[in-house]
C-alpha cells in the first residue's frame, strides 16, 4: 500500500502543479481581456480546467486519506488544505 500511497500523493503534487499553472494563465486572460468573443472564449477554457482540477484533487484527497494509518490523517489533511505551499 505505500507504493500505491506514494504514487497518488505525486499525482496530487503534479496535479496542483497544473492548477498553479493555470492560474497564472487566469491572470493575464483576465489582464487582456476586452469583451470580445475570442476573450470570453479564453476567459472560460481555464475555469473548465480549474473545476475539472477541483474534482480530481478532491477525489485524490479522498482516497489518500483513506489509504493513510490513522496516526497520519491530521497531517494528511493538513496537506491536502495546503495547496500552494
Known amino acids: 500500500m505505500p507504493g500505491k500511497l506514494t504514487k497518488k500523493r505525486k499525482i496530487r503534487e503534479g496535479q496542483r502543479a497544473h492548477v498553479t499553472k493555470v492560474l ?3 491572470d493575464e486572460v483576465l489582464k487582456k481581456y476586452d469583451g470580445s ?24 484527497d479522498e482516497s489518500i486519506l483513506f489509504a493513510v494509518e490513522d496516526g497520519e ?3 494528511e489533511i493538513e496537506e491536502s488544505e495546503n495547496f500552494c505551499g
Not at 468573443?37 to 476567459?43: G, I, L, M, T
Open 73 to 75: 490523517t491530521e497531517s
Open 37 to 60: 468573443k475570442s476573450a470570453k472564449d479564453r476567459k472560460t477554457r481555464p475555469s473548465i480546467t480549474l473545476n475539472e482540477k477541483l474534482v480530481t484533487l478532491k477525489a485524490l
Open 24 to 26: 497564472g494563465s487566469v
